[in-house]
């Protein structure tokens, strides 16, 4: 469920009217909702109830300093991709003491920074770098506790791109060799071996891939549990989250109204198929959802510069990017694009939703049918709150977009669009061409 709604013509996050928001910091701009985040994190806890559950939001989805907040207050702990990553949380204000390090090329400096802000656990990716965390940790006269990342070579079947769980992946030690590696682990001075840990990949549309990843994981955590005392498991992220339609019918999605059977998946029966197993582990669970926390909370507001009629072919040219979102030039994703303003007396057109880069893969959507625009007026592009604004670039010499966060009918900008004085602060002519 999300808080995105018509009332009247106009789209409101919450009790906001978006073209308000548009209006008042310009366009391009996401917006994220309070209250979708909320009902997100909530239903993915409710799933697992009876387990001794810790949702730690992959911060990479979204690392905006007021919803990394925000998933604190509600008790969320946070899994890290990098020690940036971790600065953001603690420039947050939030505790990293409950979160997990994940990552195959942890640096020295970054595990250092870990250790010393007391971090739960490392997620580790290799046998070198259960080395060097063992040699940093003894430096530092510490003990690093540890969850081995181990890859259960099961397919996702998602996108080849965000596919992690199969050999052919850099991510984990392969199942086969994971019991040699917590041996080794367990002859290591200063490590504490704490857990085990497994990602197959993210936008996981159906429940098979985390039942056949937890059945193969199951034996292999029952006997560490034994041999080493482990005390939890780590399932990771990847539920996936619809993009089409997802404005369709109101607060709830179409699929929502979906018997069963026909739907996608769905925190609940996430939840009642990997519950039964994990009871029966008796281990503390860690989630690591990223995108299913944040997709559907968080739109693109872009406005509309010129309707061009090409040959057989138009064309809305926006002010928004394949820059501040680059989902659908690099995953071929689907967005749902909608107007902030509907207005159902006009005739619908059928066109291709470009930026303005000098890139043809520069597309938000082909072909789609949308109510005909002129110029100067809004769209949103929908589901862009994961992997959207923490992959925005600078190409073509634009800014990093602002961010708003939504509660309720209060509304902040909680990050401004970037200004050229910042985009271009660290560069400099050097002497040698003065
Ligand atoms: C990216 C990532 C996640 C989150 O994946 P989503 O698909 O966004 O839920 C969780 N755990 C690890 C280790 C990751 O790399």
Same mark, same amino acid.
């Given at each position: 469920m999300h808080h995105f709604q018509y009332v009247g013509q106009n789209l409101h996050c919450e009790s906001v009217d978006l073209a308000e928001v548009a209006k008042l910091y310009g366009t391009p701009t996401y917006v994220y909702s309070a209250a979708t985040i909320a009902d997100n994190y909530k239903r993915i806890v409710a799933s697992m109830k009876g387990l001794d559950v810790r949702v730690c939001y992959a911060v990479k989805a979204n690392g905006n300093l007021a919803v990394l907040r925000y998933l604190s207050n509600l008790g969320s702990a946070f899994d890290f991709a990098s020690a940036g990553e971790m600065r953001r949380v603690v420039a947050a204000? @939030? $505790?990293?003491?409950q979160s997990v390090f994940a990552g195959v090329g942890k640096a020295e400096s970054e595990i250092r920074m870990a250790l010393e802000a007391g971090i739960y656990s490392f997620h580790v990716e290799s046998e070198p770098e259960l080395a060097r965390i063992n040699h940093v940790a003894g430096k530092l006269g510490v003990k690093a506790p540890i969850a081995i990342r181990v890859?259960?070579?099961?397919?996702?079947?998602?996108?080849a791109k965000i596919?992690?769980?199969? $050999? @052919?992946?850099?991510?984990?030690?392969p199942l086969r060799q994971a019991a040699a590696a917590y041996e080794a682990a367990s002859?290591?001075?200063?490590?504490t071996i704490l857990g085990i840990q497994s990602h197959i990949g993210s936008?996981?549309? $159906?429940?098979g891939p985390f039942v056949e990843t937890l059945e193969k994981l199951a034996p292999l955590a029952a006997s560490l549990r034994e041999k080493h005392g482990i005390s939890y498991i780590s399932i990771g992220g990847g539920i996936g989250v619809v993009y089409?339609? @997802?404005?369709a019918s109101g607060p709830f999605s179409w699929w929502e109204t979906q018997p069963e059977a026909r739907r996608p998946l769905t925190p609940e029966v996430y939840g009642a198929a990997l519950s039964p197993i994990l009871k029966q582990l008796g281990l503390k669970v860690l989630i690591e959802p990223g995108r299913s926390m944040v997709a559907n909370a968080g739109v693109l507001l872009t406005r509309v510069e010129y309707m061009k009629r090409g040959q057989g072919k138009n064309f809305l040219i926006v002010d928004a990017a394949m820059n501040d979102l680059v989902r659908p030039a690099m995953y071929d994703s689907y967005h749902e694009i909608v107007p902030l303003h509907r207005d159902t007396t006009r005739a619908a057109l059928v066109a291709d939703v470009v930026g303005?880069?000098?890139?043809?893969?520069?597309?938000?959507?082909?072909d789609r049918q949308i109510q005909a625009l002129g110029e100067g007026e809004y769209l949103a592009i929908m589901s862009?709150? @994961?992997y959207g604004h923490v992959m925005a670039s600078r190409y073509n010499a634009r800014p990093i977009p602002a961010e708003v966060l939504v509660k309720d009918s209060a509304f902040e900008q909680v990050n401004a669009r970037e200004t050229f004085e910042q985009m271009i602060a660290n560069e400099k002519i050097p002497a040698f061409l003065k």
């Open positions: 204000g @939030a $505790s990293v003491k890859n259960p070579d099961v397919d996702a079947q998602t996108h596919t992690t769980g199969t $050999s @052919a992946n850099k991510f984990g030690i002859k290591y001075p200063n490590i936008q996981i549309t $159906s429940v089409k339609d @997802a404005l303005p880069i000098c890139e043809s893969t520069d597309c938000f959507a082909k862009a709150g @994961a």
